[in-house]
């Protein structure tokens, strides 16, 4: 066998052997950038939640999970809006002072948030922590007061919330409902879980 051949078949070798070895990274990287990605245990526990929110229109709701709770993101018509004004006086908390639910400061406002169309709070009743139900029509209706501007009501035992998630006052309720730490990573994205300056 010749000087050449024996070249050509030692370079066929590590040839197969590189190509062998190449595979054989790949496959062990494989699992270990998945891990990178959250697992459905993390998200649990409090991974950030980024939702879309450019198909919301004035006066819907979104529900997404974050912790194993609902949140809820509400785009509020200009009505809803001002209706703020008129809960003001009625509400236990108007500037979300107290501290069970620790309010961020960018949603120590009367909207209770960064956008003031956009509502951005779980979906959990202050008092034993049912899930209040959508009562965005404004008038008399069941269980709420002939002049109701819109908000939610917990059937529970009847806590009422404003359109800022706001508690009014008298109600079993101790407290608003909670805004989640949140900030924008666009115009129409929401990242739930974080808040970054």
């Not at 809820?72 to 009625?90: D, F, G, M, N």
Request: aromatic content about 6%.
């Amino acid at each position: 066998m010749s000087q050449s051949e024996v070249d050509k078949e030692r370079r066929t070798w590590v040839a197969i052997a590189c190509g062998a070895g190449a595979v054989g990274g790949v496959a062990a990287a494989v699992p270990f950038v998945a891990s990178f990605t959250p697992s459905e245990r993390a998200r649990a526990a409090g991974a950030a939640v980024e939702v879309d929110i450019s198909g919301l229109r004035p006066g819907e709701k979104l529900t997404v999970e974050w912790r194993g709770k609902p949140v809820w993101i509400v785009r509020r018509t200009p009505e809803q809006l001002e209706s703020l004004k008129q809960t003001e006086a009625q509400v236990a908390d108007p500037n979300s002072e107290r501290k069970a639910y620790p309010t961020p400061d960018y949603a120590r406002n009367q909207h209770r948030s960064i956008k003031p169309e956009v509502l951005v709070a779980v979906g959990i009743c202050s008092h034993l922590g049912c899930s209040p139900s959508d009562k965005f029509a404004t008038g008399a209706q069941p269980s709420l007061p002939d002049d109701w501007a819109g908000g939610f009501l917990c059937p529970c035992h009847g806590s009422t919330f404003d359109m800022a998630g706001r508690v009014f006052r008298n109600k079993p309720a101790p407290d608003n409902l909670e805004v989640p730490p949140h900030t924008y990573v666009s115009d129409t994205r929401i990242l739930i879980g974080e808040d970054k300056a």
